[in-house]
């Protein structure tokens, strides 16, 4: 009996059904609460906040728009925010550095439906959990009298709990779906997959939830205007943050324009980083390490050879086995390349795991002569991918191994060269790759 393997797409179209069934079980059982102005101009402004994300490295997301479907949310109620968030994803238009502008006419329609819903499921279960704690409307609080801005953040404070709960279970089912779609897509472990993707943004979007309260504390007191002047502060808080993550891209930049340098310099090392930087990766994941790890060992992978940037090219590219003195000077490229990535302050780490990524398991390594587990265990992963990436790759000197002969050396030195561990688990990720190929 064949079965059908489980994929990305399957999952897509599991979710965009439940968040159809979801939205429109709401529609029909929750009261409307909102006139039709009122209900459009918080779409307007949430497809604006949406079309407004921060990129980060990596193309991580930040973005205002859950502070406008929160405000919905205490407002109206779930019905309006959920019709909110799903109008406002579907209609939005967002740049990626990588993509261009992305919108409804250029995005396939199983994404575009699978990011509205997946945001629509959680404001509902953000409703869900808010109004079961006893969270209020504040259209029903309002309906027949004006409320001052004091008596309702006094309001909205004594149901703090309900709000911060709210919000979280927003963040669980939204990053929770996207984590189970990159596991499927990638064969990663689906914890795995949500603490690098966005461990790092709980507290971003908790800031952004309490600017949600707030708005809709003045919305209620003081009417649409006040909204939009409170835009205003958000977006050039973005403006700022986004020249932040500029000025970050431009330091990545230029250090990766040295590293495309060295490859032109050592012709026998062109796309060994970015190999380097896959294969690290890979055992990474399989020793379970974290988001801000992961992060920093990309970045040391990528750079590790930096360094050979101070080493002469008639070194680098002999045709035959280096002299004791050369070898010496090749000895000094972890040190040359920390010292250049070290004066990056976001990635001081990854340069003291490029001054060790030649460090030996035994003690018999460079520069520092260092043994066991006094090595960092990013140095000892990029150590081993490598090792294996070089032995797979012609060298002016031999032939590249196979990899079944790679593989040999790294097992034979394994406790010696290499952490045993580190080497275990680069074998597990080699068998899950292959199954993975295998399937197809």
Known sequence: MNLVRFTDKHFRYAVIGCGAAALVYITLTQPITFNFANFMFLVLMATLAESQPVITDQEKTISV??????????????????????????????????????????????????????????????????????????????????????TILGMLSSHVFSIIFGIMAHIMVNTSVISIHISIATDQKALMAWAYSFLWSIFNLLTVG?????????????????????????????????????????????????????????????????????????????????????????????????GKIGISESILNKPTKLEKSEFEKIMEHPLIGSKIVEEIDFLNKASKIIRSHHEFYDGSGYPDGLKGEAIMLESQILAVADAYDAMTTTRPYREAFTEKGAWDELVKGSGKQFSPEVVKAFRRAIDKKQEISDAF
């Open 65 to 150: 728009g859950f502070a406008i479907d929160l405000c919905a949310l205490l407002l109206y109620g779930p019905l309006a925010a959920a019709w909110v968030v799903f109008l406002s994803s579907v209609f939005s238009v967002t740049h990626v550095k990588s993509w261009g502008y992305l919108h409804m006419f250029n995005t396939p329609v199983d994404y575009l439906l699978f990011n509205a819903m997946n945001l629509t499921l959680s404001i509902i279960a953000c409703g869900f959990v808010y109004q079961r704690m006893g969270g209020p409307v504040l259209a029903y609080l309002t309906m027949n009298s004006t409320i001052s801005l004091t």
């Open 210 to 306: 309490l600017m949600g309260v707030m708005i809709a504390a003045l919305y209620t007191s003081y009417g649409a205007l006040v909204v939009i002047l409170f835009m205003v502060p958000l977006l050039m808080a973005r403006n700022f943050f986004v020249q932040y993550v500029k000025m970050r891209d431009i330091y990545l930049n230029t250090i990766m324009a040295l590293t495309s340098a060295i490859e032109a310099k050592d012709v026998y090392t062109k796309g060994h980083s970015e190999r380097v930087q896959r294969f690290s990766l890979m055992i990474a994941r399989e020793l379970h390490l974290s988001g801000s790890q992961l992060e920093m060992l990309r970045y040391a992978a990528i750079l590790h050879d930096i």
